[in-house]
């Protein structure tokens, strides 16, 4: 480390540390030097091109630019001169008449560049603009284009190349003749634009705006909050006015540095949309339950609107009832990962309490369960052992079955920084993506491939002794056996299994095993599949045997999907554990949740998902509560599931919408969306953070965690929890891993990494430096045999179909499709097909296509997208009008207990 530099500023003796800018330096003395670049965010590289904040050097012959000039020793700077600041002012005058008048907007960063001039008291201009022939661009759904606003400060292309690495913006011209252009052509619409809205947030004019900002200008009230979207976790400020949001900036937390993606800053709006529940809605008597009701009819004419008290009491009877009559496993519960940490405490509480089932589940079965199956076996905890954003200290990044640039967007950016800086980065995945062409190995294998492709690359790390001998030694058993196993693997032999040449196989696994930091991230491609379990087994094996986890810049984070899914596990909503990974069967620590809750539980692990299904069918399980979650969309084989949840005596939704599932219940209870209510949300990197109240709940909706307590109420639970924060203060007291976390300690610190133990405690972002929550301490290594999809294509269904997501859309689209940019950005259900299968086929992109697995059938239009391999087709889950999971296999995972999602049989014919 050099030693801190001094300096004069205006007369005053300062010092600079080390690479710090004499405007970084001025500003820490509370000293703000005018400036458009690093002034705006202070996570953007500074660049000099503005001028404005220009500094005088005595000595030197020509002013400098104070954000780019770091100082020396001695060095005597002032801003205050005559030429600085005439300079200064001439530059703003200059780009003033760049700027036509300026008429001040709803969406405020959109004034910085004016409030600055009249910071320096400069609002009009000596000079004459250029003619500027440029129109404004409202071809783009979310954001819209005025140049002639621009003065080519380039944040924009900062924000779009170098923070989130898109490349769209970029300059073309030279001197007066540089003008800001989209990578294909003039109109935004048609670029490759992801809307992430980086760019309009970065402009401080006016030039990018988001679409339809309201005039006359309203002065907004803020609320910092989060996203409600993804594990990523972006820390987000709402601007509301009237009760509505306007638009979302992006907060400088810990997960996101002010990023966000398209639907964090634009897909707000399905909170205002006139579809939200307001009232308590109860079945009318005598109307059966017709799953029929999904293919469109009115499903509102169901139902009756009633009071409060009739529904709640409807809801809390006919549960009981049915547990008094069939028993406490006829009843089961699903939670949600979209509510916070203290609603999935009191859901599972619930569930185990009233009724003593431990039938709770939520979302993750559907999503990391094989994941975490392999994680607790291998290393004695499911949660990712390092944030992504350690992606940034990595020199190999190993990205595999996941599409984060669509799917974590903003965890996305780390990475594909981590590369411009040199990391490596490989990318092994069936279908091609955004992040493949980052990549140094963009590697598309066949689906179901993974045993044979990992294990191909284990084989060449243990036999070329690539090795991290002392790390094994020291942290890992079972080494010997694994090199056993693993011999046979050789990737000539797995060559053909996987498709990949055993060249690039044995180059992709030395790269990894080579990298003094690698880290691995993993997605839905690895955890559903009927070998889920397995595929992740050999990631943990890649990772450990090469001395990968406990240290910065390496580990294991697989991505995880909703917002709270990590903070929902970790509170219990799973059938074999309570609170903390507590596992229900075991006496010591589920006496503790009995002496907390006053009460005996049941010791044996409940159903899981797609098992809850199956029971229903069957006729075991006879009554559910259902919160926040959308089954008869989102698990497999819908038709047998929606006759599974059509065929129960008593179906109780909580939800914001009348959704697939709700059309099937005997009470609907309307809730609030998140944006209506506070409580605490535990993103991908274990961090817990605050979610707060933005807006009042619409109509008659109540608060998620009211209505849990008060059904509590009515069977009889002597619950009187206050608010979140009371919710949380027993949660603390039985989760050793939150017992350092409050309220209190989110509102102060914004985020907190569990574990965290004590109030002085900081949490851990990095696990397992030391050893593993193993019974030895050590790791352990789990051989896997590779096998086969459960149902492979044939003459018959000869194409493999694969699902899951698009960037603007939510799982089963009860939110995004109601958010009109994202609606508007991809409108319906498309079903994706390499370019060559399309000729093959007689179609071209668009036509109407009918896929049949063995299970269901349905409809849409195609696209032709050559990022699919031959022979498979992609649709995402989101569209009930060509509902994926008619299709899906629900053949399960033996250990996550998690459906085969990603791999079926389908076949292909022109409608
Ligand atoms: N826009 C958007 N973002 C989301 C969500 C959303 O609905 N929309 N959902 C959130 C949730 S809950 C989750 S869990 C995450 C999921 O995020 P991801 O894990 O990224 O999910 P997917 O896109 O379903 O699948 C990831 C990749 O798996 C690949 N794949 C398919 N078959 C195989 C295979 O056999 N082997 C391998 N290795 N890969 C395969 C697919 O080609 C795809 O690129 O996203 C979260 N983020
Ligand atoms: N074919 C196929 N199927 C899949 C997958 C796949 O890749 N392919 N992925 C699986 C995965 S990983 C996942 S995570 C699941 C997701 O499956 P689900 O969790 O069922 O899907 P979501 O659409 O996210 O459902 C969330 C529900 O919560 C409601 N909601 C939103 N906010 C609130 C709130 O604050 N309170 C209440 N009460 N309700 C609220 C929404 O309206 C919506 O109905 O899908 C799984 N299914
Ligand atoms: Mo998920």
Redesign the pocket.
């Known amino acids: 480390m050099s030693k801190p530099i001094t300096f004069s500023f205006n007369g005053q003796q300062i010092t600079a540390q080390p690479d710090e800018s004499i405007r970084a330096c001025a500003k820490r003395l509370g000293f703000d030097i005018p400036g458009i670049c690093s002034g705006i965010n202070p996570h953007y590289r500074t660049d000099g091109s503005c001028r404005l904040c220009m500094v005088e050097i005595k000595g030197e012959r020509t002013l400098a630019a104070s954000c780019k000039r770091q100082p020396t020793d001695g060095m005597d700077v002032s801003t205050t001169s005559p030429r600085a600041e005439a300079s200064r002012r001439m530059v703003m005058e200059l780009l003033l008449a760049d700027r036509p008048a300026f008429t001040p907007s709803t969406y405020q960063p959109a004034d910085r560049f004016l409030t600055l001039g009249e910071q320096m008291d400069v609002s009009s201009s000596r000079f004459t603009p250029a003619a500027d022939g440029s129109t404004p661009d409202t071809s783009h759904p979310a954001i819209d284009v005025d140049m002639s606003k621009c003065i080519l400060c380039t944040n924009c292309v900062r924000a779009c190349q170098e923070i989130q690495s898109n490349a769209v913006i970029g300059i073309a011209g030279r001197g007066h003749l540089a003008h800001i252009v989209f990578d294909q052509g003039d109109a935004l619409a048609f670029s490759s634009c992801v809307a992430c809205g980086e760019c309009v947030q970065a402009c401080p004019t006016g030039a990018l705006l988001p679409k339809a900002m309201p005039h006359p200008v309203l002065k907004t009230e803020t609320v910092d909050s989060l996203c409600p ?3 990523v976790g972006c820390q987000v400020t709402y601007h509301v006015k009237d009760d509505k949001i306007i638009y979302t900036d992006g907060r400088d937390g810990p997960a996101n540095l002010s990023r966000l993606c398209v ?1 964090g800053r634009f897909g707000f709006d399905y909170t205002h949309h006139p579809d939200r529940l307001t009232k308590p809605l109860i079945r009318i008597e005598g109307v059966a339950k017709d799953p029929a009701i999904l293919n469109g009819g009115d499903a509102f004419g169901q139902f009756r609107e009633a009071t409060w008290e009739e529904a709640l009491g409807h809801a809390a009877a006919s549960l009981e009832s049915t547990c008094e009559e069939f028993g406490a496993d006829a009843i089961a519960g699903f939670g949600s990962a979209k509510g916070s940490n203290e609603e999935a405490y009191l859901f599972q509480k619930l569930m185990r309490t009233a009724f003593k089932t431990n039938n709770v589940d939520h ?1 993750t079965r559907l ?2 369960a094989s994941s975490v199956a392999a994680l607790m076996e291998g290393i004695g905890s499911g949660a990712v052992t390092a944030p992504f954003t350690d992606a940034e200290k990595a020199d190999v990044i190993l990205v ?5 640039s ?3 967007p903003v965890a996305s950016t780390y990475i594909k920084a981590a590369k411009r800086d040199g990391a490596k980065l490989i990318v ?4 091609g ?1 955004a992040l493949s062409r980052h990549a140094d190995y963009g590697v598309q294998f066949k ?4 045993v044979a492709l990992l294990n191909a690359m284990l084989h060449v790390i243990i036999t070329e002794d690539l090795v991290d001998h002392a790390y094994i030694e020291q942290r890992v058993n079972g080494f010997e056996e694994f090199s056993q196993h693993i011999k046979t693997f050789t990737p000539e032999r797995m060559a053909e299994k996987c498709g990949v040449d055993a060249g690039t196989i044995r180059a992709i696994a030395r790269t990894f095993a080579q990298a003094k930091r690698a880290i691995i991230f993993w ?4 955890s559903q ?1 009927t070998h889920g379990t397995d595929n992740a087994r050999c990631l943990i094996a890649l990772a450990l045997i090469t001395g990968n986890v406990g240290r910065p810049g390496t580990g294991l984070h697989p ?1 995880r ?2 917002n709270n ?1 990590q903070g929902a596990s970790d509170a219990g909503l799973i059938p074999m554990v309570l609170p903390d990974y507590t596992r229900v069967d075991d006496d010591f620590g589920r006496g503790r949740f009995e002496t907390v809750w006053q009460m005996a539980l049941n010791p044996v692990p409940g159903l899981t998902v797609v098992e809850i299904m199956h029971a229903a069918l069957a006729g075991d399980v006879r009554a559910m509560y259902i919160m926040g979650e959308n089954p008869a969309m989102s698990d497999p084989d819908l038709n047998k599931a929606r006759r599974a949840l059509a065929s129960l005596d008593h179906l109780v939704v909580q939800d914001i919408f009348m959704t697939e599932t709700a059309m099937l219940a005997d009470v609907i209870l309307p809730a609030t969306s998140f944006y209506e209510k506070t409580g605490s949300f535990t993103n991908s990197n274990r961090q817990v953070q605050l979610g707060r109240q933005v807006l009042p709940p619409p109509g008659d909706a109540r608060e998620d965690l009211i209505i849990i307590q008060d059904i509590a109420k009515r069977l009889g639970l002597d619950w009187h929890y206050k608010n979140t924060a009371h919710v949380f203060e027993e949660m603390r007291r039985v989760m050793p891993s939150h017992a350092g976390i409050s309220h209190q300690r989110l509102e102060r610190e914004g985020s907190v990494t569990y574990p965290c133990t004590s109030e002085e405690h900081a949490g851990e972002e990095i696990l397992f430096g030391e050893g593993f929550p193993m019974a030895s301490g050590k790791a352990r290594l789990v051989p896997a045999q590779t096998l086969a999809p459960d149902e492979e294509p044939d003459e018959a269904y000869p194409f493999i179909l ?1 699902t ?8 089963t689209g009860a939110m995004t499709r109601r958010a009109s940019v994202l609606d508007a950005l991809e409108p319906g259900p498309v079903i994706a097909l390499h370019p060559k299968d399309l000729a093959q086929l007689g179609l071209v992109a668009g036509d109407g296509v009918t896929l049949t697995s063995r299970r269901g059938t349905l409809t849409a239009a195609t696209r032709a997208d050559s990022d699919v391999p031959q022979g498979v087709v992609f649709l995402a889950f ?1 569209f009930h009008e060509a509902a994926a999971n008619l299709l899906t296999n629900p053949s399960l995972d033996p250990f996550g207990k998690i459906a085969e999602l ?2 079926c049989a389908v076949k292909v014919e022109k409608t």
């Open positions: 979207y993804c594990g639907k979302c999503c990391h595999i079955g996941a599409r984060p669509q799917n974590h092994l995945d069936p279908r993506q689906p179901g491939a993974d997605g839905m491609g690895v599949h991505l999907g909703q899914v694969t899951g997501r698009m960037l603007e859309h939510w799982h989101a990603k791999y």
